[in-house]
């Protein structure tokens, strides 16, 4: 019903809260499916995620030009929003808030996507415990490795690819 990145994306939005990963879950779908169109749903939906991970760091200026860019996608693919198990209304006005509050330079606060599928609820619900996530959880803002997760990680394996395509283009 709904492919599964994207399970994945509310599984990690609402569970551990770690939009950089929520991020690069829907970025590799879109890659896949939409040949990089910049105004797909997915966009969207990774902008938003981005936007969120500005935010929670007091990147306000980072936060409110990636809202700014997935309300203007989400405005124009209204349908596609209901077609994925959301609140559309609900959604956007929720947006538009938080736009507001990040122009406003309002502290983060957790927001819950206003999912109208029971279905698509109770297995984002499932697969959190399965990951041992609680749902709905607010984000722990103490996590270092979670809010500043882009500059955290491990990116020896993505630096080793790059030295490699080097060597291949000599």
Not at 21 to 47: A, P, R
Request: aromatic residues 12%; charged residues 30%; hydrophobic residues 35%.
């Amino acid at each position: 019903m709904y492919p599964l990145e994207y399970i994945k994306f509310i599984v990690h939005f609402h569970g551990d809260r770690d939009y950089f990963e929520c991020h690069e879950i829907l970025e590799e779908y879109w890659k896949q499916t939409e040949d990089y169109h910049k105004n797909s749903i997915w966009v969207g939906f990774i902008l938003f995620a981005v936007s969120c991970y500005h935010h929670r760091r007091l990147n306000y200026h980072g936060a409110e030009r990636t809202l700014k860019k997935a309300l203007d996608i989400f405005f124009n693919k209204k349908e596609k929003i209901t077609g994925l198990g959301l609140q559309t209304n609900v959604f956007l006005a929720d947006l538009q808030k938080k736009y507001t509050e990040i122009e406003n330079r309002q502290p983060y606060e957790s927001y819950n996507m206003p999912i109208k599928d029971p279905v698509l609820i109770q297995r984002a619900m499932e697969e959190c415990t399965s990951l041992g996530l609680a749902w709905c959880c607010a984000s722990d803002l103490t996590n270092l490795d979670l809010i500043h997760r882009h500059s955290r990680r491990d990116r020896s394996e993505v630096i080793a690819e790059r030295d490699a395509a080097l060597q291949n283009k000599r």
